[in-house]
């Protein structure tokens, strides 16, 4: 049976970033990383906006706040020194009323709290920063927000990793565990320490280990539609504000790395873990088990999940979602929207116990295994710094003593 001081379950940006960070610390440790799919970043990794977001949507005290901005400049630095795509285009937040303008100023402030270059602009700044925008009075402007190509990323990471050393086992399924050895579809393996990283499996995994008894994933589909015309009609990233009361950012446009143009998310609650088309990756327990948590919050209306589940539903209608985009700018030829682009799950975590969507980071473990619960946006934004909060805190190793300690 082979060796190993760590084994990473999940080959996304968080687990590859681990991967890193670990090699960086610990140069001579053996480390495996395995993952279900035939390729890395199958899931979220590679289905995200691609957004480097700038740290001011987050409440100071949480993990997001901390490590956004600190997040944001590290991966453009991998970006520059890897020659990849990187759009430095910025962002503006705009408000419809007085209401709205209130929040600008409670998200002003959560930047300066965190450390986020951002600053209010009138509209006569704003046009001249978007010529398109439609904004009433005031926007929130932020310069570091940019967009990079999540595919890539972790396809170069993947292959720095191998150069140095690390195994990456793809088509590895995790079957169970028993004491330090990781059983698998690939075999047996033995570690000092695993660090599950499964994303939509998180919980699953979790559990067998005795951890995330309280936490439970629900799935949240998110699909962007494609702005074919051209590339010019907006020239940055355009948000509304959101509702700080859920995770969701609400219906913006984006700016690809490349330059093209989407609007999106959507947000909608799906039926099973991998529930991207049709009947695809169909599983009958998480069905019935997903389903029947979805239909208890729904009932309830616990967290306000009643009226966000009904507000998502309607983006299925593509003129509904054109709809929403359009109230953020002057102009937008809603038939130059022509395409929606792969579709992404959110793996969301929900603590039982509290009866609530967990907005931050989770991390549970012990000596033998370290368990990310909740990497959700902006995890790819923060993945680095994230790599190496995990790798400080939680992982046995040379100079870090034992969580049991």
Request: aromatic letters at 10%; one cysteine or more.
């Amino acid at each position: 049976m082979k060796q190993y001081d760590y084994i990473i379950i999940g080959a996304g940006i968080i687990g590859l970033s681990i991967a890193r960070r670990i090699h960086h610390t610990f140069a001579q440790a053996k480390i495996l990383i395995i993952d279900k799919e035939k390729e890395v970043a199958a899931h979220a990794s590679s289905r995200n906006s691609g957004v480097l977001h700038a740290g001011f949507y987050y409440s100071a005290d949480s993990l997001k706040a901390k490590l956004t901005v600190e997040g944001n400049k590290a991966m453009k630095d991998f970006c520059r020194q890897h020659h990849l795509s990187l759009n430095e285009c910025g962002k503006l937040v705009v408000a419809k009323n007085d209401e709205e303008l209130g929040w600008l100023q409670e998200l002003k402030r959560r930047g300066e709290a965190n450390g986020s270059n951002v600053r209010l602009v009138d509209a006569q700044e704003a046009e001249k920063l978007e010529p398109n925008i439609k904004t009433y009075k005031q926007a929130l402007y932020s310069p570091d927000t940019a967009t990079i190509n999540p595919k890539e990323v972790c396809e170069t990471l993947y292959r720095y990793l191998g150069e140095r050393g690390v195994e990456i086992k793809l088509r590895t399924s995790y079957r169970g565990h028993k004491d330090s050895v990781v059983q698998t579809s690939a075999g047996d393996f033995e570690a000092k320490q695993v660090i599950n990283c499964a994303g939509l499996y998180a919980d699953k995994i979790a559990k067998d280990f005795g951890f995330g008894k309280n936490h439970t994933i629900i799935p949240f589909k998110g699909l962007y539609l494609k702005y074919t015309k051209n590339k010019t009609d907006v020239r940055l990233h355009i948000y509304p504000v959101p509702n700080l009361k859920n995770p969701f950012l609400g219906v913006h446009f984006t700016k690809m790395a490349d330059g093209t143009i989407k609007i999106g998310p959507t947000a909608i609650p799906a039926f099973w873990r991998e529930n991207y088309k049709g009947l695809s990756r169909f599983n009958l327990g998480e069905f019935l088990s997903i389903t029947a948590l979805e239909a208890k919050l729904f009932l309830n209306d616990t967290s306000g999940f009643k009226g966000l589940a009904q507000e998502e539903m309607k983006k299925y209608d593509r003129k509904f979602l054109i709809g929403l985009a359009q109230q953020m700018v002057k102009h937008i030829d809603p038939q130059g929207f022509t395409e929606f682009t792969e579709p992404g799950i959110r793996a969301q975590l929900f603590d039982i116990a509290q009866n609530k969507l967990v907005q931050d980071f989770i991390i549970e473990g012990d000596a033998k295994s370290i368990h990310i619960l909740n990497a959700v946006s902006p995890a790819f934004t923060c993945a680095f710094p994230f790599a190496s909060l995990v790798v400080q805190k939680y992982l046995r190793g040379r100079g870090h003593p034992d969580l049991s300690s």
